[in-house]
C-alpha cells in the first residue's frame, strides 16, 4: 500500500521534471531550426547594402522584394526551376510505377527465382551512388548524353526502396479478398489496379512524397551530368548561381534559396503524415 | 510448354525457397504458369535492366577501372596493376582524408542518434504546441542539401553572417569558418546534423510510440526514476531501432557530398574538409585521374562493408545475450 502511494508520488514527480525539459527543449529547438531560417528569409528581403552591415539588422528597413526580382529576371533561375520540374515528375512517375510492378510482380505472382530477383532488387540499396558514378558518367558521356534530360533521369530511373516498401505493403493485403477478385476472373491488370492499389493507397502516397522530395533534391548526379541552364536542376543551379563571379550577392542568392526550399517544405507541411509514414515503414517494427 | 515446369512449384514449394507469401495464388493448373512467368519477366525487366546496367554493372567496372591509369575522357585504360593501391596507401593526404571521414562520420552519426533519441523522447510526452515542434525539427530533412549548403555559407559568414553577429553580442569573436581547417570540418558538420536531425528523430519517435504501454506502466508503479526507466525499460525496447538507423545513418553520411561540395570543395588550403567520397569525385573529375578515383571509391566501398557486417555481428551478439 505504501510502497504504491510512494510509486505514485515518484511518477508524478518524474513527469513533472520531464515536462519542464520537454519545454525547455522545445524551446531549444525552435530557435536552433527557426533561427537560421529566419536569417535566410530576412536576408532575401534587405537592400543590397543593409546586409552588409556590423551589427546585423535584425528586420528589413525598409524590406524589398528586389532580389526576388533579380533572381528570377537576372538570372536563368526560371530555367532551373522549370528543369527541376521536369526531372522530379518524369523520375518520380518512372520509379513509382516501376515500383509498383516489380512490387506486384515480387508479391502476387509465382516464378521460378522470384527470391533470387527479390535480393538482386534490395541488394541495390547497399551500393553507394558514389562507387558507380565514375563508370555511368563514362557510359553517359559515350552515349553523347551529357547535358540532356535522359542523361540524368535514366541512370537514376532504377528502384530498389520503393519495390522493397511496395512489395512489402502488397504482402500484408488480406489473402482472401485476392482470392475472391481472382475467381470473379479478375485479370493481374484489373486485380491491380481495382483491389490491391485501392487497398494500399496510404502506402502508395507515402511512397510517391518520398520519391517527389528525394528528386527534387538530387544533386550529385545531375551535378556531374550537367552544367548549364538547359538541363540543370535547381540544386545545381543554385550552386551555379553563387558562383557567378568573385564576391557573391547574397540578397538574390538567398532568394533563390528561398524559392527552392519553398516547394518541398509547403509539401511537406500539408502532407507530413504520409511522407513520415513513407519514412519510417520497415524502419520500426521487427 | 518446358518439361521442367511441372516440377517447378516442388523446387518452389522446397525449404530453399523461404516462407511462402500469405498471398500468393493456390497451386494451378499447369497451362497458367507459362502465361504467369511471362508476365512476372513483363513486369520485373525495365527495373532490373536498370539496376544492373547502372548500379551492378558500374560497381564492377569501377573496380576494374581502380587498377588502371585512366583519363576519364580518355578511350582507352591502360592496366597499371595494383600502382594506384600502392600510392594510396602510401600517399600523405591519405591519412587526413580518412581522418576527416572519421571525425564527421562520429560526430554525425554520434550526434544526430543521441540528440534524435532524446528529443524523441521529451517530444513523446503530452507537450502543448508538440506537434509544431515536431514539424520544426523534421523540416530542414526535406530541404535540398545544396540549399542548405548554400543557406548555411551565409550563416557562417565571417564577415556578415549570423554566428559572427550572435558571437559578437556576447562579446566572442567569431573565427574564419573559412581558412581554418578544424573550424570549417566543425561548420560541415554542424549544417550536416542541422539537416538531418529530423531523420533520426522522428525514426525513434515512430518507434517509442509503437512500444508497450504495459513495461512503462510497471517501471511507474516501481518508482524508477527517469533515468532508470529510460536506461531499463525503453532503450532495450529501442534497440533494433536504434541497429536500423546506425547503418542507415552512417552510410549516409559517409556518403554526403552537396554540402561539403556547395560550402568548402574540399578546402580550406588543401584537405580540410576532405572526406573520401569527396576525394572519389576530386581525383575524378578534377585532376582527372579517374582510374585513381576508382580506387578510392573501391576502398571506401570496402571499408563500408566491413563496417555494416561488424555492426551486424555487434546486433547479433547483443540480442543473443
Known sequence: MTARAHGAEAASHRSRGMTVAGYAGMVVVLLVVGVPLFWIVITSLKERGDIYVQPAQWLPDPGTTANYRDVTTRIPFLDYFRNSVIITLVLSASKIVLGVISAYALSLLRFPGRNVVFLVVIAALMVPNQITVISNYALVAQLGWRNTFQGIIIPLAGVAFGTFLMRNQFLSLPGEIIEAARLDGAGPIKLLWRVVLPMSWPTLVAFSLITVVNEWNEYLWPFL????????????????????????????????????????????LVLQRQMIKGLTAGAVKS | MPPTSTTQPDVARGGTAGPPAPVGPPPRRSSGR??????????LAPNLVLLVVFTYRPLLDNIRLSFTDWNISAPVANPVGVANYVEWFGREDTRTVLGNTLVFTVATVGISMALGLGLAVLLDQRLRGRNLVRSAVFAPFVISGAAVGVAFQFVFDPSFGLVR?????????????????????????????????????????????????????????????????????????????????????????????????????????????????????????????????ATVATVMFLILLLVTVVQVRIMDRGQRS
Open chain 1, 225 to 268: 551530368m550537367s552544367d548549364d541552364q538547359r538541363t540543370a536542376p535547381l540544386p545545381v543551379g543554385l550552386t551555379l548561381l553563387q558562383n557567378n563571379d568573385g564576391v557573391t550577392n547574397w540578397g538574390p542568392v538567398m532568394a533563390g534559396t528561398v524559392l527552392a526550399m519553398l516547394p518541398v517544405l509547403v509539401l511537406f
Open chain 2, 34 to 43: 507459362a502465361w504467369e512467368w511471362s508476365l512476372a519477366a513483363l513486369l
Open chain 2, 165 to 293: 553577429d550572435l558571437l559578437a553580442r556576447i562579446g566572442v569573436e567569431a573565427p574564419d569558418f573559412y581558412q581554418r581547417s578544424g573550424w570549417a570540418l566543425f561548420m560541415v558538420t554542424f549544417t550536416y546534423i542541422w539537416k538531418n536531425l529530423g531523420y533520426t528523430f522522428v525514426i525513434y519517435l515512430a518507434a517509442l510510440q509503437g512500444r508497450r504501454a504495459d513495461l512503462d506502466e510497471a517501471a511507474e508503479i516501481d518508482g524508477a526514476s527517469p533515468w532508470t526507466h529510460f536506461r531499463k525499460v525503453l532503450l532495450p525496447q529501442l534497440r533494433p531501432t536504434t541497429f536500423f538507423l546506425s547503418i542507415t545513418v552512417l552510410l549516409s553520411s559517409v556518403q554526403v557530398f552537396d554540402i561539403i561540395n556547395v560550402m568548402t570543395r574540399g578546402g580550406p588550403v588543401g584537405d580540410g574538409t576532405m572526406t573520401l567520397v569527396y576525394q572519389v569525385y576530386r581525383e575524378t573529375f578534377v585532376n582527372q585521374r579517374a582510374g585513381y578515383g
